[in-house]
Every structure is written in structure tokens, then in C-alpha cells.
């Protein structure tokens, strides 16, 4: 089903993009848990994780280590949770299967208990940084 995020693929909504594939495009998060929250989704339009064909979640486990890798090396080696809110008991509020890279520094608030906001031209900052360690 399209959502929000096929606008994003396309092009449509801008975004600030870290990595894109073939198959996947990574971003970072509007209302970020923390700087630096990036969203990791395939291009293929499902909801749900096991809508997923096996070799495009594979593909998708590759690229999401990668960007992974470049959140927590950008902030200095952090720590974070890599979490897929798979339907709307689980807190999935867009219908496009996703994955939120999200970084946890020591003492950071649970997962979606708090948000931050980016400043003025800070969203392009940590984009960049994160680009800079792909
Ligand atoms: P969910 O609750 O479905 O797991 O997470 C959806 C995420 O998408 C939320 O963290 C939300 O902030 C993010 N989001 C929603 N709309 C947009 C948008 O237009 N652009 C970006 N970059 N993120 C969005």
C-alpha cells in the first residue's frame, strides 16, 4: 500500500538521505528519539517484515548494517537499537516496513519515550556526518 514513505522513495517529500540502493533507501527520522535516528526501508512496498521476498530482507539486513555501522561511527562509536515495529499493536503508524537505526548514548531515555529536534541546519549536519562514514 503507498504511504507517506513511497512519496519519499520517489522523490515526491524530501528527505535527508544517507544511502540509497537498487532495493533499499535510508533516512533519517522527522521526529527523531535522537540525533541521528535514521529509518532503513525497502523500496518494495509491504507492510509487514515477512511480506518481504527472503532475498530482499537479506539485501535489506545488508544495507541496514551499513548505515548502522556509519550512525554509530559518526557519534563516536555509539551504542544503538536497531528496532521494526511490525503492525499497529507493535507501534507501527506507517504502513511501509521500516527499520528505525536508533542511537542510545549511556542514561538515553527507552525507545520512543522521548523525541529531540533537530536545530536550524542540523538535520544536514548529521546527515553529512553519517554520509561521511558510509
Ligand atoms: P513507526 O511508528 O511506523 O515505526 O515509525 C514511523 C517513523 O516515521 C516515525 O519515527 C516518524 O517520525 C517517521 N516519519 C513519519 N513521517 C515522516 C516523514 O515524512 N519523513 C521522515 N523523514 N520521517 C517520517
Redesign the pocket.
Known amino acids: 500500500m503507498a504511504s ?2 513511497t512519496k ?1 522513495i520517489q522523490g515526491e ?1 524530501p ?2 538521505k544517507i544511502i540509497e540502493t537498487d532495493s533499499e533507501i535510508a ?7 535522537a540525533a541521528g ?1 535514521t ?1 532503513v526501508i525497502p523500496k518494495l512496498e509491504v507492510e509487514r517484515l515477512e511480506d518481504l521476498p527472503a532475498e530482499q530482507a537479506l539485501s535489506l539486513m545488508r544495507t541496514m548494517q551499513q548505515v548502522a555501522k556509519a550512525v554509530s561511527t559518526a557519534f563516536d562509536g555509539i551504542d544503538y537499537n536497531l ?3 511490525n503492525g499497529l499493536n507493535a ?4 504502513a511501509h516496513v ?1 527499520f ?1 537505526v536508533l542511537p542510545r548514548a549511556k542514561g538515553s531515555p527507552g525507545p ?1 519515550r522521548e523525541h529531540v529536534q533537530y536545530a536550524e541546519g542540523e538535520m544536514q549536519e548529521v546527515g553529512a556526518k553519517i554520509r561521511n562514514c558510509l
Open positions: 507517506i514513505f519519499i517529500i528527505c535527508e533516512f533519517l527520522d522527522i521526529m527523531p528519539c535516528h529509518l528496532i521494526l515495529n507501534g507501527q503508524e506507517i521500516h528505525h520512543f
